[in-house]
């Protein structure tokens, strides 16, 4: 008896690590809340198909048939959702919650909680996950960086004091752009809108002693019309 039960929590463990990865959780936070090694995540993800179904059979198993108390809530929901996907909005959990909230008040539903394992089980039963919208990024690898650093760069710095030794780097803030994940339903592509250009450029800098420099922030006009007077 006590296997069978120290059997299924394992199951429990695993179907939830997954869960978690699948919504953005990255390895190395997974391993710390479960306790289990990078390889043992690894493991489960190769069996990600084998653990859901037996842990989906499992539940079958355990748990009784109930109505659903918040129908309406949820099938509202789920149809608002489809409609905002539908036009390549992104859509994430806090936005979920609160739709919810406000279907929670248009149903008289005075007892919801918008919780976290509501949200979890929603997405479980309409089959949605997180996922990229878009998003390709060149990176810059260590071995393009590390003779420049490791060469040029100390003997251009030993010609300098620390307190004119200054590190400055530019900043896009595009203030209106749209998150680039979204909840999407499971099996389907998940695409995304025309993302909006609008931004600030700023530019800040300290030296090596942590004094700062003022901020430098540009707009996209040459001469904003707040500034005349």
Not at 145 to 159: C, D, F, K, Q
Request: net charge positive; aromatic share 12%; glycine share 6%.
């Amino acid at each position: 008896m006590g296997k069978r039960k120290h059997k299924e929590l394992t199951l429990k463990t695993k179907y939830e690590a997954l869960r978690d990865l699948e919504d953005g959780m990255s390895n190395k936070d997974a391993s710390i809340k479960y306790s289990v090694p990078s390889s043992t995540l690894s493991t489960w993800k190769n069996n990600k198909e084998k653990i859901f179904l037996a842990f989906k059979n499992s539940s079958l198993k355990r748990q009784r048939v109930k109505t659903d108390k918040y129908e309406k809530l949820n099938e509202s929901l789920l149809t608002w959702f489809t409609s905002m996907r539908g036009n390549n909005i992104p859509i994430n959990g806090p936005i979920l919650i609160e739709k919810a909230r406000e279907f929670a008040t248009a149903f008289n539903y005075e007892d919801f909680s918008a919780s976290n394992g509501w949200l979890r089980g929603w997405k479980e039963r309409y089959g949605i996950t997180f996922k990229e919208v878009s998003g390709e990024s060149a990176k810059v690898t260590s071995e393009m960086t590390a003779p420049w650093e490791e060469t040029t760069l100390p003997t251009i710095l030993a010609r300098y004091e620390l307190k004119d030794i200054f590190n400055a780097d530019e900043f896009g803030l595009f203030y209106q752009a749209l998150p680039l994940k979204s909840y999407h339903f499971k099996g389907k592509r998940c695409s995304g809108g025309k993302h909006s250009k609008v931004r600030l450029t700023g530019m800040t800098a300290s030296n090596a002693l942590g004094e700062r420099l003022p901020m430098f922030v540009i707009g996209k006009s040459a001469k904003p019309r707040c500034f005349k007077t």
